[in-house]
């Protein structure tokens, strides 16, 4: 028998570093099965489904639909059972909780905007990296102020605009107000609030007497706000306002603490110095100013 040579093992991949690695393939399944709407079908049917009966649902091929279904197992979203010879789907309890739409903890309108929109503008990372400027231009061929209008052309993607909005800030909204000392101040303005998660979290948390209003910005924002006024219910000390960004220097509401939330990334910088100018020139004595934003976005 022959002396088994001394070979080098190579080191294995950290397993933190694969799962960012291949993270963009769970999204990337997690954002097709949205689309697809199988959280909501398997939901909806009498008993758990089959890939060939999710497959005719979907009129789509039923080898590349058992192995999307079998991806969404093992992450979790989906489980499997054998009957007889067929192996069967139903969702998950973490899946019927957050991604079905008729759920109230759900987060498909917050998954579209990310498969729609976030994916793609991240696929030019690169550029914007180099360029220190915002993809929209290159990634839609338009501007983000142009992209708004486009985006809520109809009833159904005004609403979706706003849950998106709206799920996007509901734990953080929850996490700023535990996190920051805000006791010393008595009345506060959300500048973009859209429906008014962070201003509701704030009133909740900071108690009876804090009174909050949000002053939405840009041409656009008369009607995603009055599209998405059904996702707050029951606001109490909490007033809405809807005011065109060339008008906000003259009309820009008074308040001990103004907040900006998931609102400047999505502005040129000269309406950036204009928004946070006005609202540092209408601050009182002792006033505060709360920016919340993603570091990477």
Known sequence: MSETKNFQVPSPMPEKLY??????FLSKALFAACEFGIFDKLLSASSPQS?????KALSSDLDATTRLMDTLVAMELLE???????????????????????????????????????????????TAVLEGT??????????????????CDTEEAKLRFMGAMHCNSLYGSYATAKAMDLSA????????????????????HL??????????LGRHSNRVVKAGSHLRTGLVRLQRKRQPLKKFAETIPKADLYVLS????????????LILSNAYKC?????????????FR
């Not at 890939?51 to 497959?55: F, K, L, Q, V």
């Not at 108690?207 to 939405?216: A, H, I, P, R, V």
């Open 134 to 151: 915002t993809q929209w231009k290159k990634t839609f061929g338009i501007s983000a102020e142009d992209w708004f209008p486009n985006v």
């Open 51 to 55: 890939a060939d009966e999710i497959t």
């Open 19 to 24: 799962k960012v690695i291949e993270g963009v």
């Open 262 to 273: 998931h609102v400047l990334h999505d502005w040129s910088e000269d309406k950036v110095d």
């Open 80 to 126: 499997k059972s054998k009957q007889g010879d067929q192996w069967l789907y139903s969702n998950s309890e973490m899946a019927t909780k957050f991604l079905t739409k008729d759920s109230p903890d759900s987060y498909l309108d917050m998954i579209a905007m990310r498969n729609k929109t976030t994916y793609p503008m991240f696929g030019n990372l690169e």
């Open 207 to 216: 108690g009876l007497y804090f009174y909050c209003q949000t002053l939405n």
């Open 283 to 295: 601050l009182p004595s002792g006033g505060g100013l709360l920016i919340c934003e993603k570091n």
């Open 185 to 204: 101040y008595r009345s506060c303005c959300d500048l973009g609030g859209a429906v008014g998660t962070l201003a509701y979290a704030l009133c909740q």
